[in-house]
């Protein structure tokens, strides 16, 4: 595959609207029209909005259900153009909407009038969603260091305006920017499944250890920012005593909400895990299997939650497709539920 930023095919028409030039002259492959969208993450008690200032995501999981989302796939013929295939290749493209900071500066400024004018939508806000903007949910905002520079500025802006921002990685580049983040509107979260290293190195190779991850945000905390912690995805092999060691190290970055969630299968992951060789695929591959491995997962996290301490800072996050599977009641009591976080 071609790499970001060279090779004849970026010459051609790719992207969300015409390609333009930056001043050497080179193609610019994906432009945003609108920085920040909407969003239903307010069912997870995340966000209202979400900030994905990039295509693609070189952290390159193999879990990862973004390749399969509308988000990658409605791209897939231009990123086809400039020699990727969207699902084998995920890991291996990134590529920055450069005019992501104007186009934000302009959208909060429209935003920030609607007050005024009936015909230009405002800011809102739902009880779970607490009007954040969560950066990013289509890649790791924090995956290199292009898209770093970006998010910082994002974010530096989202903050001029008096926005909430929650920002979710994987990676360590956020420690250099830790005077930005220690903000009463911001919280920072990391993703830390496990601590079984040979577990991750399977699903997550590209990844820092997540003795790495917890140590940056320990920091992180010991500087002032405000903590979260993703337990997600879990895998269907996890004993409960995992899932508790996992509790217990992550308590020491005084996480005010820990977010669990199981994997959830869908085509281009399955098929990455397998060629992998993870060996639990049996248990998710049918709906059936998939649910009970669910059900059984969330049945171990809330007795290692009450046995760590922390049930009260355990945050369920129930897939939509255990609708009709699953008693309602138990969905319901999650879905759109505000976390205990206290926001400035
Ligand atoms: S860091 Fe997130 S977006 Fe990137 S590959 Fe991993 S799960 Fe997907």
């Not at 071609?2 to 051609?12: A, F, I, P, V």
């Not at 926005?163 to 903000?183: G, K, S, W």
């Amino acid at each position: 595959m071609q790499k970001e930023g060279t090779g004849k095919n970026l010459s051609k028409r790719v992207g969300d609207t015409e390609p333009s030039t930056d001043g050497a002259g080179a193609i610019q492959p994906f432009e945003a029209k609108t920085a920040i969208g909407k969003s239903a993450l307010s069912r997870k008690g995340l966000a209202d909005y979400t900030a994905n200032p990039v295509v693609g995501c070189k952290v390159g999981c193999r879990h990862c259900a973004i390749p399969f989302t509308p988000a990658i796939r409605t791209k897939g013929r231009n990123l086809d153009e400039l020699g990727v295939a969207y699902g084998t290749d995920w890991g291996d493209y990134s590529f920055p909407r450069t005019n992501f900071v104007a186009a934000l500066d302009q959208q909060l400024q429209r935003m920030e009038k609607a007050g005024r004018s009936t015909l230009v939508p405002g800011f809102e806000e739902t009880p779970a969603g607490r009007g954040i903007t969560m950066f990013s949910i289509n890649h790791d905002p924090f995956q290199d260091q292009p898209t770093a520079d970006i998010v910082v500025q994002a974010i530096a802006k989202l903050l001029d305006h008096d926005r909430r921002i929650r920002i979710h990685t994987r990676m360590l580049l956020y420690r250099h920017n830790l005077n930005l983040l220690a903000h009463p509107k911001v919280k920072v979260g990391a993703s830390i499944p496990s601590f079984n290293e040979d577990r991750l190195r399977l699903t997550e190779p590209k990844a820092p250890s997540p003795t790495a991850r917890l140590k940056t945000l320990t920091e992180a905390r010991r500087q002032g920012v405000a903590t979260f912690v993703t337990i997600a995805p879990t895998t269907p092999d996890m004993a409960e005593a995992e899932m508790r060691e996992t509790l217990d190290r992550v308590l020491t970055a005084e996480p005010e909400v820990i977010f669990w969630e199981p994997y959830n299968p869908d085509p281009v992951s399955l098929a990455n895990l397998a060629a992998a060789g993870v060996p639990w695929l049996e248990q998710v591959e049918s709906k059936a299997a998939w649910v009970a491995s669910v059900m059984d997962g969330w049945e171990k996290i809330e007795a290692a939650a009450k046995a760590t301490g922390c049930l009260d800072r355990l945050h369920i996050w129930p897939d939509h497709a255990l609708k009709g599977y699953v008693d309602q009641a138990r969905l319901d009591e999650w879905w759109y539920r505000p976390t205990v976080e206290h926001w400035g």
